[in-house]
């Protein structure tokens, strides 16, 4: 049993926000077997935004219902069904928050029609419930009411329950999508893949790739693929022939083999680097950028720039704010605009007017001393390592109970990288994550600390 939902809303902010009209219709598959449509009075503001799209006034509302009064007929009219909406999260997100705020736990499962239009409705130019309805010959004389939109939602989901020729959606059972899984013809491609970290390649029935990444957990990564409403998804769906997965162990040894190929950013892809800036004679970020040479590491995510950053300040002493007993002030080596502490400019003065700047740049590029990290292998019995040392980098795959790990044995055996600032950031992300697993070992002169 489903039961279809809409509502509006006021408008405001998530937790101030309230809902003004509510539609349910208890639906078969069939036909609706019952329904409550009503505006509910609210003593928040209803935005004007919200009133010009609507038409509801604050005045429609001072004679409805409020929440309290029709909650129990909502729990009656939704008992054992599953809620479908078009977008049905924001509705779903409503209806339960005005029962947390009576105290109530209200929890049903849910079916987005946007999800289903879009992989059963392929190629459509907006799957917007108006344009939808335009497009398919359903009737909405009014949209952004709750009645009228709910109404068109139950005949699209008629639509879609009939597109289904594969009975997906009624297989899925009392779980709505949280059980939905891939279809036949997908889950034999992915029946042998486990959940372990790897990477992927989908191919057409001319061996054309598709698409390539990376995931942690591969089986699962490539479920979400196949059910994926989003349009290259979608294209993916319906053009995959082939699969093929490479067991990495690790997602640090996934990335770096998938960026040796060109495969891990797109050549227009930004992110945050970091610098030595020049002017400032200072460690600084910069956003919105692309890898380049001059960058000391380059990171997709501002986030992970900024803890290398901070560990940097710390292992160098360059920051006199970074410490607990100073954590109320500001670090401004962020921007090379902003002028900093002054403990923290005289540190860096100091450094850079000393011969140890150039060293302590060079560490920063992992071309001077040793980092090494270990990691998960491919199987219980295998390590993986990577290394750098002395500008080179590599990785390898080594049994436990055949460890040896000299120079000679890594040499011969581990697998070239390239040392870029791609590189570097992934390999610094790394080691502040796993401590443990990770040592980076610094030539003598800079583990001094500077004079003071």
């Not at 050549?267 to 460690?283: F, H, M, P, R, V």
Request: with cysteine; proline share 4%; net charge neutral.
């Amino acid at each position: 049993m489903y039961v279809v939902l809409d509502v509006e809303s006021t408008g405001g902010p998530i937790d101030k926000d309230a809902i003004i009209e509510i539609a349910l219709y208890r639906f078969d598959g069939e036909k609706i077997t019952d329904q409550l449509i009503s505006l509910v009075h609210t003593d928040r503001p209803i935005q004007p935004f919200v009133q010009r799209m609507t038409g509801i006034t604050p005045k429609m509302l001072r004679s409805a219902p409020r929440w309290q009064e029709i909650a129990k007929r909502v729990v009656e009219i939704t008992e054992g069904a599953i809620l479908v909406g078009h977008g049905v999260s924001f509705d779903y997100r409503m209806v339960r928050q005005e029962f947390a705020r009576l105290g109530y736990d209200y929890e049903r499962s849910t079916i987005d029609t946007v999800n289903w239009s879009r992989k059963l409705f392929p190629g459509e130019e907006s799957y917007k419930l108006t344009s939808l309805c335009t497009s398919l010959g359903i009737w909405l004389p009014r949209n952004h009411r709750a009645g009228d939109d709910a109404r068109a939602t139950v005949d699209l989901f008629r639509r879609i329950l009939d597109k289904d020729v594969e009975n997906r959606i009624r297989s899925m059972g009392k779980l709505g999508d949280a059980m939905e899984q891939p279809s036949e013809r997908h889950q034999k491609l992915i029946r042998d893949i486990k959940d372990e970290a790897g990477i992927y390649y989908l191919y057409d029935k001319d061996r054309k790739l598709l698409r390539s990444g990376l995931a942690e957990k591969l089986n699962g990564e490539l479920s979400k693929i196949f059910l994926s409403p989003e349009l290259d998804d979608v294209r993916i769906q319906q053009e995959v022939a082939e699969l093929q997965c490479e067991r990495t162990g690790s997602k640090l040894i996934a990335q770096l083999k998938l960026h040796a190929g060109g495969d891990l950013l797109n050549e227009d892809a930004a992110g945050t680097a970091l610098y030595w800036d020049a002017a400032s004679d200072q460690l600084c970020l910069r956003g919105g950028v692309s890898p380049e040479d001059e960058q000391l590491a380059f990171f997709p995510r501002s986030s992970d720039a900024k803890k290398v950053l901070r560990y940097w300040l710390r292992r160098f002493k360059l920051c006199a704010v970074e410490k607990p007993k100073n954590a109320k002030l500001k670090c401004h080596s962020f921007d090379p605009k902003l002028a900093c502490a002054p403990a923290c400019l005289a540190r860096h003065s100091e450094w850079a007017s000393s011969d140890t700047k150039s060293e302590m740049i060079q560490a920063m590029r992992l071309e001077t001393g040793s980092l090494q990290i270990r990691l998960a292998g491919r199987d219980a019995n295998e390590k993986a390592l990577i290394q750098t040392s002395g500008g080179r980098c590599g990785y390898l795959f080594f049994r436990l109970e055949k460890e040896v790990l000299d120079e000679a044995h890594v040499s011969k055996n581990e697998t070239p990288i390239e040392l870029d600032p791609l590189v570097r950031g992934l390999i610094w992300r790394a080691h502040i994550r796993q401590p443990a697993q990770s040592q980076w070992t610094l030539p003598e002169s800079l583990i001094l600390k500077p004079s003071t």
